[in-house]
């Protein structure tokens, strides 16, 4: 996640206007369960799909990032461009899906994030919900997305690694 550091990362909030959004909105991201390491699990149901966008709808705007090109959900603004999604992320008023990777990138953002998914044992994850940093949970609960999309914006303190790792080449550190 050293890529979100301050210290490399600014957000562009031309991005809104380019996609047409004010606060609050959300991001969504639902992926294709179709990778080796979730061989025999299942996500959401399209059901839940559609009950999540539609209970978001009510409270903003939604923008969609969908694994694998799936079907953008009805009402949703779909991200078209790769590039404008950290800074589409990084202005959200909260992440909700069941991308490992983008919760963790909505919670070093200091962004609400909940991460929908089976999978309950993965470190990382593991270590964000100790500090609050993001909420896991097994299966759609809107309380437990309620609960935490008002807890809103978490700051979370993160090593620069980039700014290390030049300080050490540039002090010739890293021969020694």
Known sequence: MAYLHS???TPNEAVMERYGLSTPYYIIRFIT??????SGVRG?????KSELVTWLLKRGQ???SMEGGGTVPAGC?????PEDLHSLLAFSSGYIGEGATMAKEAAVLGVA???ISPFSR??????????????????LDLDVVEKALGVGRK????FDVTGEIVRRIVNNEHRK
């Open 113 to 115: 994030s909940v991460f």
């Open 77 to 81: 603004v779909a991200v078209t461009a």
């Open 44 to 48: 959401l149901s399209a059901d839940q």
């Open 122 to 139: 993965l470190p990382p994850i593991i270590a964000m919900e100790k500090t609050g940093a993001l909420v896991r949970t097994d299966a």
């Open 155 to 158: 700051t979370m303190e993160m």
């Open 33 to 38: 369960w179709g990778a080796h390491h979730d």
């Open 7 to 9: 210290s490399v990362f």
């Open 62 to 64: 939604v923008v969609a």
